[in-house]
């Protein structure tokens, strides 16, 4: 018999579309997630009316990051949230969260880890850089989250050719559309291959 959907939650800070591709892809059930709620630090982030839409449960953390932090770490554990997936969060998780969800908490990252990540690698700046290094491809990368920023395990990477001519929005553009594909092969790939091996965060 399989086990049943791990309980996620989606941690998200801007615009939602990954949020919205994992959400869209489970109601599909091309994947098995139970999502039980999106949390954003911001209360007018996109992602929260999106997510909305979806039927799917919000919460908004608090401004003041040890108040963050305990907020985020009594709403996972109150609703018994198993996994966490970050999709555009751009608040640092603290050391208690990430040590108390070891790997069982992932990200998706718009290049190709270990290019371009790190502090600061967010956003435009990602492919800005990936611009002014005048980089041939480009794509995005899921990994496991640890302590140092951007350099988890990598689960899965998904690669895109650029033309000399595409600037920075249009590689972000390029590499937006793969990630909607890949947190899901990602996320399906690490249910199958890595979760079952992992402590459960009430064991
Ligand atoms: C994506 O590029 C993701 O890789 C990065 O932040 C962006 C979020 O976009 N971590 P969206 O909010 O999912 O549309």
Redesign the pocket.
């Known amino acids: 018999m399989s086990s049943p959907a791990p309980k996620t939650a989606i941690l998200?800070?801007?615009?939602?579309?990954?949020?919205?591709?994992v959400v869209k892809a489970c109601k599909n059930k091309d994947l098995d997630l139970n999502i039980e709620l999106v949390i954003s630090n911001k209360p007018e982030a996109?992602?929260l009316i999106k997510a909305h839409n979806l039927g799917i449960q919000t919460q908004v953390l608090p401004n003041k990051e040890s108040e963050r932090n305990d907020t985020l770490l009594k709403i996972l554990s109150d609703r018994g949230i198993e996994l966490v997936l970050?999709?555009?969060?751009l608040k640092k998780l603290s050391s208690e969260l990430v040590s108390q969800f070891s790997n069982r908490i992932l990200?998706?990252?718009?290049s190709l880890l270990p290019k371009y990540g790190g502090p600061g690698m967010?956003?435009l700046r990602?492919h800005q850089a990936v611009y002014n290094a005048k980089e041939e491809e480009s794509g995005?990368t899921v990994h496991i989250v640890t302590e140092e920023f951007d350099q988890g395990p990598i689960i899965l990477q998904s690669k895109t050719q650029l033309d000399p001519s595409d600037s920075p929005e249009i590689i972000?553009k390029k590499?937006?559309v793969l990630?909607h594909k890949l947190y899901t092969e990602a996320i399906n790939k690490y249910l199958k291959e890595i979760y079952p091996n992992v402590q459960h965060p009430s064991s």
Do not use: D, K, R, T
């Open positions: 998200c800070s801007g615009g939602g579309s990954n949020m919205e591709a996109a992602c970050l999709a555009g969060f990200n998706i990252h718009p967010y956003g990602v995005a972000a590499v937006l990630e």
